[in-house]
């Protein structure tokens, strides 16, 4: 069975300098400690660490957008997404 076309997750993603991205989106992908992680709508409850790489995220409207990243943390939680995570610069 695959994720719902009409459903959508809130994603925010925090740097300590700034919020980066406010959105709804139809998926989002993360660079995991051993891999990378997909979240649709309806993932289950989820923390955990994040590694050096992208935060990949599909926007409702259909853009594919990608933010650098130096490792962080995500909280999945009724179809919302926090990331509090560090930009990657080099």
């Not at 259909?62 to 080099?90: A, C, M, P, W």
Request: with cysteine; aromatic share 6%.
């Amino acid at each position: 069975m695959g994720p719902d076309k009409n459903a959508h997750l809130q994603l925010k993603v925090i740097s300590p300098e700034m919020l980066l991205v406010e959105a709804e989106v139809n998926e989002v992908q993360v660079p995991g400690l051993d891999g990378y992680l997909g979240i649709w709508p309806g993932h289950r409850p989820l923390n955990a660490c994040l590694g050096k790489g992208e935060i990949i995220f599909h926007s409702v409207d259909g853009r594919e957008e990608k933010i650098k990243i130096n490792g962080g943390i995500i909280q999945v939680e009724n179809d919302k997404i926090l990331i509090f995570t560090n930009l990657h610069y080099s």
